[in-house]
């Protein structure tokens, strides 16, 4: 692509407050912005313990297919089959994990069924496996299911994906509606637990006990899971395939074992983190009411929280001026959001106090009202 053609898409991001930029992070700051839903990565308790048993090399040096499955990803591995009663793959992250599991298994003779807000691996999967698809409407289970009874016998196989928790709603998938529709109608069902994983345990398909009813259960490690990385629950077969056929599997250098130890560290630390779900949960419960409170509108019933602005000039002006009062707040705008509803994000989390929400939502509702 020309020069000139990257300036001019450049200046044009920036004249519509598109233009994405890096900033340094800023631990003074008190965050409402991150996904570590159970302050798990912050933990100096849980490092000190875990630094002081582990020392795992710093780098796999290999694929997982030359030299990379080492004895730590093997263990790590073997306990996910032990706690969800089938066979576990691990990738480099969520995102791969998801656009390699439907670029593998599907193609041209396929039809992919979405939630009109799945995340943006999951179309990239559906575009690199040349598969049909259709958006179905946002957690809209009729919806759903008319496009099975209409498309049924049309096309060689079908896979519906849905995520568990929705990020930029904040709100949840209905899963044993899901199973329920999948008994009739014999779809291939792929499930994303990357906003659930830790805040839910092992995940809301583990607590809902159908783990065995999903064909993909995908569980993302950088969010609830203080990690990198993700989990890929699936039968025996679906694994050997991966093995054989993602090119993403294949062709990536393994994480390093230091993070599959970590990741195995947590995952058996899960059931005594219920202390830090309470807190969140309670964390959760004062917030909502602080914001009903202020009449400060939001459509979320999960730790994520989304405050519809609508304006990606305002969402900026309120960030900023948040960030001067000591919080990290930042806004999502669009085209990762449609028109007219940029938003804040709010991921809550139990190192959260009850003062800092106070301060936070007085603070917010000021910045609001000025405005507007």
Not at 11 to 34: A, Q, V
Not at 200 to 220: H, M
Not at 326 to 337: A, Q, S
Request: hydrophobic share 35%.
């Amino acid at each position: 692509m020309k020069k000139e053609i990257l300036i001019k898409e450049l200046c044009d991001l920036k004249s519509t407050n598109n233009f994405r930029k890096l900033k340094e992070c800023d631990n003074s700051l008190i965050n409402l912005s991150s996904n570590d839903y159970l302050g798990i990565a912050n933990d100096k308790d849980l490092l000190n313990e875990f630094y002081s048993k582990y020392t795992p090399k710093l780098s796999s040096s290999s694929s997982r297919l030359i030299d990379g499955s080492y004895s730590e990803v093997m263990q790590l591995e073997k306990e996910l089959e032990n706690i969800y009663k089938n066979s576990a793959i691990l990738f480099n992250s969520g995102f791969d994990a998801n656009s390699s599991i439907i670029e593998t298994f599907y193609n041209k003779k396929s039809l992919i069924l979405t939630d009109r807000l799945n995340h943006a691996s999951i179309y990239d999967g559906i575009l690199n496996s040349e598969a049909v698809f259709m958006r179905y409407k946002h957690l809209d289970m009729e919806n759903l299911e008319k496009l099975l009874i209409k498309y049924r016998d049309s096309y060689d196989d079908i896979l519906v994906v849905s995520e568990t928790v929705y990020s930029m709603d904040g709100d949840m998938a209905d899963l044993e509606k899901l199973i329920q529709l999948k008994k009739i109608y014999n779809f291939d069902l792929m499930i994303d637990e990357a906003h659930s994983y830790g805040v839910y345990g092992y995940g809301i398909a583990k607590e809902l006990d159908i783990v065995n009813e999903i064909d993909f259960l995908v569980i993302p490690l950088g969010k609830g899971g203080g990690s990198v990385g993700a989990y890929v629950i699936c039968s025996q077969l679906s694994k050997d395939y991966i093995i054989n056929k993602s090119r993403k599997f294949i062709y990536s250098t393994a994480l390093p074992p230091v993070n599959h130890m970590w990741n195995l560290f947590i995952l058996k630390k899960i059931p005594d983190f219920k202390d830090k779900m309470k807190k969140l949960q309670e964390i959760k419960e004062y917030t909502f009411a602080l914001l009903k409170e202020n009449h400060i509108e939001t459509i979320s019933s999960t730790h994520i929280i989304s405050i519809i602005i609508g304006d990606n000039s305002k969402i900026i002006k309120i960030s900023d001026n948040m960030r001067k009062k000591g919080f990290l707040l930042y806004g999502v705008k669009e085209p990762t959001v449609p028109k007219g509803t940029a938003r804040f994000r709010i991921g809550l989390n139990p190192s959260l106090s009850k003062e800092d929400i106070s301060r936070f939502v007085k603070e917010l509702k000021y910045e609001i009202d000025t405005i507007f």
